[in-house]
T-cell receptor, first 114, second 112 residues
Framework: KAGVTQTPRYLIKTRGQQVTLSCSPI?????VSWYQQTPGQGLQFLFE???????NKGNFPGRFSGRQFSNSRSEMNVSTLELGDSALYLC?????????????FGPGTRLLVL | GQNIDQPTEMTATEGAIVQINCTYQ??????LFWYQQHAGEAPTFLSY??LDGLEEKGRFSSFLSRSKGYSYLLLKELQMKDSASYLC?????????????WGLGTSLAVNP
């Protein structure tokens, strides 16, 4: 099975712009979670989508939004970018299994905001 | 509140054994995960424990004690490629909220 894919892998934006990141989960997985990772902060949960519905949400401002399509692919959008949004954005997919719905991560999108 | 604690950094020697501890306080418990993350890369799944005891998988083993809110990851016959950050994550058990709670990770340096 192909793994989780994310596009783009690297992105440079300037303050005030908006950005859309894409994630394609492992075939058959219906849950996609998004995380922000910065040095010293660890993995910060953004939101989780399951069957096109947001199932869980982290403590991020409304500038961060997401959606999931019928084929389970997911996008996240960040509007009005700030310098502090520079981070590695990871998506993880999981499917119902005996492994506690283990999350499998994509390679991430490294966003730099100038 | 909910909290996961791991040591920030550890150092070990190639060929040795190292134990990375993780303690947690969460609202209920529904499984504990260990992930490995090399610098600049995504986390990769290592192990999952939901019942007490030791799960062995090659050179890596993971132990869980639910009564103590404690887990450890044991790495044997250390190799240089094991230098990475090791993340502990817990899935709490509360209605309609299944998101993982993540530790900050333990950065392991394996020296020759």
């Amino acid at each position: 099975k192909a793994g989780v894919t994310q596009t783009p892998r690297y992105l440079i934006k300037t303050r005030g712009q908006q950005v859309t990141l894409s994630c394609s989960p492992i075939s058959g997985h219906r849950s996609v979670s998004w995380y922000q990772q910065t040095p010293g902060q660890g993995l910060q949960f953004l939101f989780e989508y399951f069957s096109e519905t947001q199932r869980n949400k982290g403590n991020f401002p409304g500038r961060f939004s997401g959606r999931q399509f019928s084929n389970s692919r997911s996008e996240m959008n960040v509007s009005t970018l700030e310098l502090g949004d520079s981070a590695l954005y990871l998506c993880a997919s999981s499917g119902a299994s005996g492994g506690g719905e283990t999350q499998y991560f994509g390679p991430g999108t490294r966003l730099l905001v100038l | 509140g909910q909290n996961i604690d791991q040591p920030t950094e550890m150092t070990a020697t190639e060929g040795a054994i190292v134990q990375i501890n993780c303690t947690y306080q969460t609202s209920g418990f529904n499984g504990l995960f260990w992930y490995q993350q090399h610098a600049g890369e995504a986390p990769t799944f290592l192990s999952y424990n939901v019942l007490d005891g030791l799960e062995e998988k090659g050179r890596f083993s993971s132990f869980l004690s639910r009564s103590k809110g404690y887990s450890y990851l044991l790495l044997k016959e250390l190799q240089m490629k094991d230098s990475a950050s090791y993340l502990c994550a817990v899935r709490p058990l509360y209605k309609n909220n299944r998101k993982l709670i993540w530790g900050l990770g333990t950065s392991l340096a394996v020296n020759p």
